[in-house]
């Protein structure tokens, strides 16, 4: 079955740091796109960045560009999501989905109707 094993976040005042990992089981990411996701109560989840492992190519939600950094471990079938500088509108429940994707466009590769392998989903919280 295949399933996404999420690990990582927790609780930091603003301005820290935390790492999200989003491993893989029982299949392999080759050529998937991976997404993370946020989610606050009431809100509709929300696509922050993405890396298509076909070809590299990665994007982010303008309000965590340069703050958080998405990257892949082929050889441990993890991707992470590092999140520097974090505030508390950060503060939310962080999701990884995967989905084969054809290239890569920031509406499609975000929208979570598209994705239908996501992981556990893991809180979030900074403090001010």
């Known amino acids: 079955e295949a399933q996404l094993v999420q690990s990582g976040g927790g609780f930091v005042q603003a301005g820290g740091s935390l790492r999200l990992s989003c491993t893989a089981s029982?299949?392999?990411?080759?050529?998937?796109?991976i997404t993370w996701f946020r989610q606050v109560p009431g809100k509709e989840r929300e696509g922050i960045s993405y890396?298509?492992?076909?070809?590299?190519?990665?994007d982010y939600l303008d309000s965590v560009k340069g703050r958080f950094t998405i990257s892949s471990d082929d050889a441990k079938n993890t991707v992470y999501l590092q999140m520097n500088s974090l505030k508390p509108e950060d503060t939310a429940v962080y999701y990884c989905?995967?989905?084969?994707?054809?290239?890569?466009?920031?509406?499609?590769?975000?929208?979570?109707?598209?994705?239908?392998?996501w992981g556990q989903g893991t809180q979030v919280t900074v403090s001010s």
């Open positions: 890396i298509n492992l076909s070809d590299g190519t990665t």
């Open positions: 989905a995967a989905e084969l994707l054809y290239g890569s466009v920031w509406f499609v590769s975000t929208d979570p109707k598209v994705f239908d392998t």
């Open positions: 029982g299949f392999t990411f080759d050529g998937y796109t």
